[in-house]
T-cell receptor, first 114, second 114 residues
Framework: GEDVEQSLFLSVREGDSSVINCTYT??????LYWYKQEPGAGLQLLTY?????DMKQDQRLTVLLNKKDKHLSLRIADTQTGDSAIYFC??????????????FGQGTTLQVKP | NAGVTQTPKFRILKIGQSMTLQCTQD?????MYWYRQDPGMGLKLIYY???????DKGEVPNGYNVSRSTTEDFPLRLELAAPSQTSVYFC?????????????FGSGTQLSVL
């Protein structure tokens, strides 16, 4: 079956690095995503990684993918108070007849302390 | 840029009442979706549409109906509201670039059924 698991809460100090972890079960997933949800707002796509990559860097964000272990992580360098939000991991299946079927994790609440 | 607009932002319903959650997008996207987000959970797909006049069920369609008469609008109808439908509802639209689907979310509708 399809399932995405995340830890629910992470607290870090401003300036430290944050690492948010995610595991997924569907080995046929071709794209994996990280979304950010700020209070009272919808989800915003942060970054994504294609399944044939093992790392992607985008400014302060680094995504690591371990396909063997079906493990995805998001590292935020120099975490700022503005990074406080809920972060969702999601997977999608390319070519599925159920177009746009994104499976989301439960979300990890990142708390950044000054 | 309006993007994806949802109304209302908040609503309280009594058991058995009906209502329509409105969603409109101005990006000319063909794909549109309705998700619900329960506390501590990821998003679950209710219904989706791949274009005007075409809709299909997602993971949790029971108790809901949708229509897609235009590209811009994708309303979600609740008939006979039940407490189990208390949730935050997100509408999204998407487009495919060369290799990847990108979703844009509305800011959500918080619904309580009492």
């Amino acid at each position: 079956g399809e399932d995405v698991e995340q830890s629910l809460f992470l607290s870090v100090r401003e300036g430290d690095s944050s690492v948010i972890n995610c595991t997924y079960t569907d080995s046929s997933s071709t794209y994996l995503y990280w979304y950010k949800q700020e209070p009272g707002a919808g989800l915003q796509l942060l970054t994504y990684i294609f399944s044939n990559m093992d790392m992607k860097q985008d400014q302060r964000l680094t995504v690591l993918l371990n396909k063997k272990d079906k493990h995805l992580s998001l590292r935020i360098a120099d975490t700022q108070t503005g990074d406080s939000a809920i972060y969702f991991c999601a997977e999608t299946i390319h070519g599925s007849s159920n177009t746009g079927k994104l499976i989301f994790g439960q979300g990890t609440t990142l708390q950044v302390k000054p | 840029n309006a993007g994806v607009t949802q109304t209302p932002k908040f609503r309280i319903l009594k058991i058995g009442q009906s209502m329509t959650l409105q969603c409109t997008q101005d990006m000319n996207h063909n794909y549109m979706y309705w998700y619900r987000q329960d506390p501590g959970m990821g998003l679950k797909l209710i219904y989706y549409s791949v274009g005007a006049g075409i809709t299909d069920k997602g993971e949790v369609p029971n108790g809901y109906n949708v229509s897609r008469s235009t590209t811009e609008d994708f309303p979600l109808r609740l008939e006979l509201a039940a407490p189990s439908q208390t949730s935050v509802y997100f509408c999204a639209s998407s487009y495919w670039d060369r290799v990847n689907e990108k979703l844009f979310f509305g800011s959500g509708t918080q619904l309580s059924v009492l």
